[in-house]
């Protein structure tokens, strides 16, 4: 079975950066895509950025140009750089390899005004 495990999360004052990153095992990681998601309180979960086996990104609108998703296949890592944080970023999040269903358990990101 698939481990996803993320790390990173904490409490930021707005305008700050944080840096995600989930470590995933028990899969070919170099094959998959992989996205960071995020479930705030009342809301659904969402998309925040997808990355493809071969490195092509893709953003949801409220993100582009501040959070960067990278992936290193060697260490079996997919990373979110988080710069300018708004309160409105506050959420738990989550990485994924959509394509199995396979989730991690999140880590939770605060952003205080």
């Known amino acids: 079975q698939v481990q996803l495990v993320e790390s990173g999360g904490g409490l930021v004052q707005a305008g700050g950066s944080l840096r995600l990153s989930c470590v995933a095992s028990?899969?070919?990681?170099?094959?998959?895509?992989l996205g960071w998601y995020r479930r705030a309180p009342r809301n659904q979960r969402e998309l925040v950025a997808l990355i493809t086996s071969d490195g092509s990104t893709n953003y949801a609108d409220f993100v582009k140009g501040r959070f960067t998703i990278s992936r290193d296949n060697a260490k079996n890592t997919v990373y979110l750089q988080m710069n300018s944080l708004k309160p409105e970023d506050t959420a738990v999040y989550l990485c994924?390899?959509?394509?199995?269903?396979?989730w991690g358990q999140g880590t939770q990101v605060t952003v205080s005004p």
């Open positions: 994924a390899v959509p394509v199995i269903n396979s």
């Open positions: 028990r899969i070919t990681f170099s094959l998959y895509s």
